[in-house]
């Protein structure tokens, strides 16, 4: 589980998903539904678009809101979660999800511009 | 003469037989008797070598050709589009569109030796059909004079005879036109005055009903009194009513029947003056030839104005046609239609081929080059709207209006202003797609729109131009901090700042011009300077001169001219502001340095004095915070020395949604430059 954390760990969202099957990404939503056995959940991204989540330990406390989830892409469209954190309402400010989405597009649309990768290995 | 007329066009012509692009000699133009306000149309008389016709209007839109001497006697032209219309009851052909082939100067003289075309009699009248008296069209009053296509033959009152006498009725060609049902055809057609036409040619019109024969009929030179009938009319056979086309209306026409859709419908106004005192309303329709306004006033306010509703089709007819007053529309109409009492308007279920609302929307970045009192079309998302407010005329009149601030895909913004019930009734949340039809462009405030009594506002209306600009602004223009072309302060709202970067003050030259320039930025504060961030100013009321000690421990204020026990700390701190960008160092007066320190004046004072740990740690603090700065920018001179002195007029937290949505906007906006 350490190794996940040292290496570069796109942000992604629900289009770019079969673009990183096999690989560590971070994924940001909303929590939209969870699996009654706590083991999976589902989270939308700012396009509304819902990915599977699935956990190795089920789920001890209630989830909800904006979460931030790091693992692999299964090649079924999932995602393997080794780590996961929430975001709290932080002094009444609400994260714009939609905002977030526009953000990692462009993140993706200029690679060039943000060199993650290199970054990370170098 | 290299250019061959089409011989037999002509007869083609008001034959009905189709003849396509005829090229024709004209003999001569007249200058039809100019109507109201010097409406000035050309009359023409075009040969095609063989026979010649003065039954010819140039239509107004190409009076420019006239005007310029292309089209000139002898010339040749090519008639691209005709209509048929009637002046009372004589059939012209109104010329909408031609070409000269041939200046007059090229063609050298006559071509041919052509005959007037007068009924079915074989011209053999003068050649030169100038000299007959009976030249004249009549004007809007003349039905009753000689409306003859010049036979020296056929003077008015013989004629005027043999013609009522005639089985041809051609009035009874009326009531096939009204799906109204009009009684007495008789009435409605001014039958007066000379209809030159020989009765042999007299189809047998008889009565109602019989809208094909009359078409096939042999229209010869003038005289018949048909009905309108536009030969581009897009009536379909099955329609038993006979429509004219929005575009052929002129004060000339009698007995038309429009079938139009209500685009425009203002409010009833009221009006008091010295002559007395009455009511309007005014509503503008279209159909798939034009538009048109119409007014009704008084009573006709009463009988037509819950009748008439926005979008919908009626069937409208007995109006009288004037030439428009283009200082309250924005339609492309040289006439308006006022309903009188006989005025008829009936809804008309078969809408089919009657477009909806026709906008001409321009975009907010052009408002600047239009004309001050313009009557625009206006579409934008309403970006922010200040709260109804009540406001006293000169006048003595209270009146609620409500400004709203509008954005297009043109990047710029404008302000618009409702008034009365438009004002009060508009609904403002979600940022709603609004389109003004006929909003009054003013100089108030550099550029802005008015939305007046005759202008409609609609809301989120359903059409293509509207989702597009939804969807623009989904996309790009909800973080887009447009510039506004109205440069009033709003009081809530973003409108007014400037955004920059610290970069752009050197690139841009900031504050080099004669007046001071504003801007706001997002940076952070790199250094505060703590030595002199504070010095002793003079404890009265609105002065902060500083006050110089004196020997027994009073301080002196050479503003005030007067010694003080005490003084009082005030601020006047240096800080270097950075970004991505560049670094300035900027000042922070009194109230901008407490803001950002985050206490008094008086108190840091007192913990500089005591307290020099707690001192050091509010610089600390502030060092690296990021706020943004609005901020004065002047290039000034001080002692042979110039410096570029930025001062922070305030001092906000950053809002890092909006300042994301910018810096996005800023991406996608350079990416699509590149």
């Not at chain 1, 001890?60 to 309402?89: H, Q, W």
């Not at chain 1, 990692?104 to 200029?110: A, R």
């Not at chain 2, 037999?8 to 189709?18: H, K, M, R, V, Y």
């Amino acid at each position: 589980m350490s190794t996940i954390l040292d290496v570069p760990r796109p942000r992604i969202n629900f289009s770019m998903l079969s673009r990183y099957i096999s690989k560590p990404v971070c994924f940001v939503g909303r929590v939209e539904k969870v699996h009654p056995t706590g083991k999976t959940f589902t989270v939308a991204d700012g396009e509304g678009q819902c990915v599977c989540v699935e956990l190795n330990d089920p789920l001890e406390d209630e989830l909800s809101g904006i979460v931030e989830v790091i693992g692999m892409v299964s090649n079924k469209g999932a995602i393997m979660a080794t780590a996961f954190s929430m975001l709290r309402d932080e002094k009444g400010s609400v994260f714009d999800l939609e905002l977030y989405n526009e953000a990692v597009k462009v993140i993706h649309d200029f690679p060039q511009h943000y060199p993650f990768d290199a970054a990370a290995s170098g | 003469m290299s250019v061959n007329l089409t011989a037999g066009a002509i007869e083609d012509l008001f034959n009905e037989s189709p003849v396509i692009n005829p090229v024709l000699q004209v003999m001569y133009i007249r200058e039809y008797p100019p109507g109201k306000q010097g409406h000035t149309r050309y009359r023409l008389n075009l040969s095609d070598g063989v026979r010649s016709s003065s039954c010819f209007l140039l239509a107004s839109q190409l009076n420019h050709l006239k005007e310029a001497e292309l089209l000139a006697p002898n010339c040749v032209c090519m008639l691209k589009k005709t209509i048929s219309s009637y002046l009372g009851h004589k059939r012209v052909l109104v010329v909408v569109d031609m070409d000269v082939l041939q200046t007059a100067a090229d063609a050298g003289g006559n071509i041919g030796n052509p005959t007037q075309l007068i009924g079915q009699t074989t011209g053999q009248q003068e050649a030169n059909p100038s000299t007959s008296s009976s030249d004249e069209i009549p004007g809007p009053s003349g039905y009753g004079t000689s409306g003859s296509c010049e036979n020296s033959q056929m003077k008015s009152s013989p004629m005027k005879s043999s013609w009522k006498a005639s089985p041809m009725k051609a009035s009874g060609m009326m009531s096939s036109m009204k799906a109204s049902g009009m009684p007495s055809p008789m009435k409605a057609s001014p039958v007066k005055g000379s209809g030159i036409v020989s009765p042999m040619e007299a189809s047998p019109v008889k009565g109602s009903g019989m809208p094909s024969p009359m078409k096939a009929s042999p229209v010869k030179g003038s005289g018949m009194s048909f009905p309108m009938q536009a030969s581009t009319s897009s009536s379909p056979s099955q329609r038993p009513t006979k429509l004219t086309p929005i575009y052929h209306l002129s004060p000339y026409l009698s007995n038309w029947t429009v079938r139009a859709r209500v685009t425009n419908k203002s409010d009833i106004r009221n009006w008091s003056n010295s002559r007395g005192e009455g009511k309007v309303f005014n509503f503008e329709v279209l159909d798939e030839s034009g538009e048109i306004r119409i007014t009704a006033f008084n009573s006709e306010v009463d009988k037509f104005f819950s009748l008439v509703e926005q979008n919908k089709v009626y069937l409208i007819s007995k109006g009288s046609l004037k030439v428009a007053n283009k200082q309250y529309t924005s339609l492309k109409n040289d006439y308006e239609i006022t309903l009188e009492a006989n005025s008829c308007i009936v809804p008309c279920e078969d809408s089919q081929g009657v477009p909806t609302v026709h906008c001409d929307f321009v975009p907010i970045s052009q408002l600047e080059g239009k004309d001050p009192e313009a009557i625009i079309d206006v579409i934008g998302v309403c970006e922010e709207a200040e709260d109804v407010s009540l406001i006293t005329t000169k006048a003595g009149k209270q009146l609620t209006k409500r400004e709203l601030v509008l954005s297009d895909s043109s990047g710029k913004m404008v302000m618009l202003t409702l008034w009365g019930d438009q004002a009060q009734k508009f609904n403002a949340s979600c940022h709603p797609v609004v389109a003004v039809k006929g909003a009054r462009l003013s100089t108030f405030g550099g550029r802005s729109l008015s939305a007046f009594f005759c202008s409609t506002v609609m809301v989120n209306p359903d059409i293509p131009e509207a989702f597009e600009l939804r969807a623009w602004y989904n996309q790009v223009g909800h973080g887009l901090c447009s510039q506004s072309l109205t440069e009033v302060q709003f009081t809530s709202g973003e409108f007014r700042t400037n955004w920059k970067s610290l970069s752009d003050v050197k690139t841009e030259q900031l504050g080099h011009g004669e007046k001071a320039d504003y801007f706001s930025c997002v940076a952070t504060v790199v250094f505060a300077r703590k030595e002199n961030c504070l010095y002793r100013a003079c404890p009265s009321e609105s002065c902060n001169k500083k006050v110089q000690e004196q020997d027994d421990g009073r301080y002196h204020c050479d503003k005030c001219g007067k010694d003080y026990p005490d003084f009082k700390y005030r601020f006047m701190l240096s800080v270097n502001l950075a970004d991505f960008g560049d670094n300035v160092w900027a000042t922070c007066f009194q109230d901008t340095a407490e803001t950002l320190l985050g206490l008094g004046a008086d108190r840091l004072g007192r913990l500089k004095d005591t307290d020099e740990d707690a001192f050091n740690e509010v610089f600390q603090k502030v060092h690296f915070s990021k706020h943004i700065f609005r901020s004065r920018v002047k290039l000034e001179t001080y002692n042979d020395e110039c410096r570029v002195k930025v001062t922070v007029m305030e001092v906000l937290p950053v809002d890092h949604r909006q300042h994301s949505r910018r810096l996005l906007n800023s991406i996608r906006t350079l990416a699509c430059g590149n």
